[in-house]
């Protein structure tokens, strides 16, 4: 190449460099489209950090530059709702050069309408030919009933194929319907007998919702010590973060504190990212959302525990420890710029696996639809029946003599973290919303004062809550 030449490519090369939309927005695009920062670096080809940088104001150079353009240019783009297309003007009549019959009667007419001779006032038509003008209507007893229009053929889906509901199979109803004919009609006894059965029925019910799935299930994989009970009647290393917290003060004078039961906390758990096949040991500090498992972490430390509960729970031996996916993405959460409540915690190490949030979903939904039905129709025994189907598949799925067909102690790990921190964002959603969160507990407890009813919705289903406890706490000025 001549000494031209470069420079006739040096002079292409440069330029303006693209322009960029403010820090604010970049994130805003990233988050709209629920992306995280980690699948954009991947995508551009850079690390999570750099792309957290530009969202806060750091600025790109070069060919990145111009790759993280095109990136938000896309963004924007795909998130700008297309324009409704403008409605096609009404065709106008045109006039004939002679009459001609209309379409409509058969009488001269002298416009057309999309190429058809036709009066444009009906009043101008005269009797169709042939026909008798003003034939007098039919009295309504005579007339004939208008044909019943059909009802929406309900479908669900059945592995790779959908069904109609009708031809679903019914594995809960029909239990529940054989076991009331076994016990005479006994409620006691026929619950009592299909509480007995929930871990069998509901492994049962796991492999009828898991036919034609997108991923086969390793029931029995490699499991790294760290998830082996140390003692036969002893725990693993993994920290479930449980809560058990207490708010430790009130402002003087007395306080009408509700406690509140969250419905089927485990059954919502079950969608949670799951590590599908065996897990893998891994080093360093980032974390990839597309895996899921365990991992060691050195948590952050928590400066709000005068009015939430830390995201790990309860514990006060510093340093790291062994914690589950759900409550690592919780920390991550918490330590973003939306909340800014936390550092990130450091990870360590990982054993981790390809994921998906909808390993057990058809499992959740099968359970969630027989208890909807249940409640609606006050049918304690399908409750009952439900509620120890999904209680203890959940529990059994670890070192249980109770359940051969599962060995997932991960799995029980990260289901139960699951509903703790679901139970953690029902507390900070009632401490945004402005109530006083006085207790948390476990997976289903909440005690907050103030207007509870405008944040939570009372009912049974699982997106609402029900009244556990009313109570005072504090005396009245004297």
């Known amino acids: 190449m001549s000494d031209f030449d470069a420079i006739d490519a040096m002079l292409a090369a440069s330029g303006p460099e693209v322009a960029l939309p403010p820090?604010?927005?970049?994130?805003?695009?990233?988050?709209?489209?629920?992306?995280?920062?980690?699948?954009?670096?991947?995508?551009?080809?850079?690390?999570?950090?750099?792309?957290?940088?530009?969202?806060?104001?750091?600025?790109?150079?070069?060919?990145?530059?111009?790759?993280?353009?095109?990136?938000?240019?896309?963004?924007?783009?795909?998130?700008?709702?297309?324009?409704?297309?403008?409605?096609?003007?009404?065709?106008?009549?045109?006039?004939?050069?002679?009459?001609?019959?209309?379409?409509?009667?058969?009488?001269?007419?002298?416009?057309?309408?999309?190429?058809?001779?036709?009066?444009?006032?009906?009043?101008?038509?005269?009797?169709?030919?042939?026909?008798?003008?003003?034939?007098?209507?039919?009295?309504?007893?005579?007339?004939?009933?208008?044909?019943?229009?059909?009802?929406?053929?309900?479908?669900?889906?059945?592995?790779?194929?959908?069904?109609?509901?009708?031809e679903a199979p019914d594995a809960i109803g029909r239990a529940v319907k054989e076991a009331l004919a076994a016990h005479e009609g006994d409620v006691e006894a026929a619950t009592a007998a299909l509480v007995k059965r929930a871990i069998p029925d509901a492994m049962a019910l796991l492999d009828e919702t898991r036919k034609g799935g997108r991923y086969d299930v390793v029931a029995h994989p490699w499991i790294p010590d760290i998830l082996r009970k140390q003692t036969s009647r002893g725990a693993d290393q993994i920290w479930e973060a449980r809560p058990k917290w207490t708010r430790p003060e009130l402002p003087p004078g007395a306080h009408e504190v509700t406690a509140l039961d969250i419905n089927g906390a485990y059954l919502s758990a079950l969608k949670t990212h799951l590590p599908i096949g065996q897990l893998e040991h891994s080093t360093g500090f980032d974390h990839d959302?597309?895996?899921?498992?365990?991992?060691?972490?050195?948590?952050?430390h928590w400066d709000h525990e005068g009015v939430l509960p830390n995201p790990i729970?309860?514990?006060?031996?510093?340093?790291?420890?062994?914690?589950?996916?759900?409550?690592?993405?919780?920390?991550?959460?918490?330590?973003?710029?939306?909340?800014?409540?936390?550092e990130p915690p450091t990870i360590h190490e990982s054993y981790t696996s390809g994921a998906t949030e909808g390993l057990l979903e058809k499992f959740r939904i099968a359970l969630k639809g027989a208890r909807d039905r249940a409640i609606a129709e006050d049918d304690e025994v399908t409750l009952e029946y439900v509620k120890a189907m999904y209680s203890k598949f959940v529990a059994t799925m670890g070192e249980s003599n109770y359940n051969r067909e599962l060995y997932r102690p991960d799995w029980m790990h990260l289901i139960r973290s699951q509903a703790f921190a679901n139970l953690w964002m029902k507390a900070y959603k009632a401490y945004d919303e402005g109530l006083t969160v006085v207790r948390a507990m476990g997976t289903d407890e909440l005690h907050v004062i103030g207007d509870w009813q405008g944040v939570f919705p009372e009912g049974r289903s699982v997106s609402e809550v029900k009244v556990k406890d009313r109570y005072t706490l504090g005396r009245g000025q004297d």
Do not use: M
């Open 23 to 166: 820090a604010e927005e970049r994130r805003a695009l990233r988050d709209a489209l629920n992306l995280s920062q980690a699948q954009v670096a991947r995508a551009i080809g850079v690390s999570p950090a750099t792309v957290g940088g530009w969202e806060s104001g750091r600025e790109p150079t070069g060919g990145i530059r111009e790759k993280y353009a095109y990136f938000l240019d896309a963004a924007r783009t795909r998130l700008t709702p297309e324009p409704e297309p403008e409605p096609e003007p009404e065709s106008a009549p045109d006039p004939l050069p002679e009459p001609q019959p209309c379409v409509l009667c058969g009488h001269p007419a002298t416009d057309q309408v999309e190429g058809f001779p036709q009066h444009l006032d009906h009043a101008e038509c005269g009797p169709a030919e042939g026909g008798a003008k003003d034939t007098p209507e039919p009295p309504a007893s005579t007339r004939p009933a208008p044909a019943p229009v059909p009802a929406p053929v309900r479908i669900v889906p059945a592995g790779r194929r959908a069904q109609t509901a009708a």
């Open 289 to 300: 959302r597309r895996r899921a498992g365990v991992h060691l972490v050195t948590p952050p």
């Open 313 to 342: 729970g309860n514990r006060d031996e510093p340093g790291p420890l062994w914690i589950t996916e759900p409550t690592l993405r919780l920390l991550l959460r918490l330590s973003s710029p939306k909340y800014g409540l936390c």
